[in-house]
């Protein structure tokens, strides 16, 4: 697999928005509840999903990042 495994579960999400979805529906949590965080390889962290859609806006702002190319780190 290219892409993290769910620290929960043994799924692999492909995106980053697919993996703080499926922490969201899959079990009703959140990546900071959990300690943890999605550092995309343009640069960006994606720490939590707000009201806001941060990770649209991360799509929006990186022209040209798919959010495929992932890792998972955990909160120090």
């Known amino acids: 697999q290219t892409t ?3 620290d929960l579960c043994d799924v692999y999400p492909s995106t980053v ?6 922490v969201r529906i899959h079990h009703n949590s959140t ?3 959990n300690g943890v965080y999605l550092l995309c390889l343009c640069g960006h962290e994606v720490h939590y999903r707000d009201g806001n859609g ?3 806006y991360h799509m929006q ?3 040209g990042c ?3 190319d992932f890792i998972l ?3 120090v």
């Open 4 to 6: 993290p495994k769910c």
């Open 17 to 22: 928005n697919g993996y703080v979805s499926h």
């Open 31 to 33: 990546l900071k509840a």
């Open 54 to 56: 941060s990770n649209s």
């Open 61 to 63: 702002r990186k022209k």
């Open 66 to 68: 798919d959010g495929r």
């Open 73 to 75: 780190k955990k909160k």
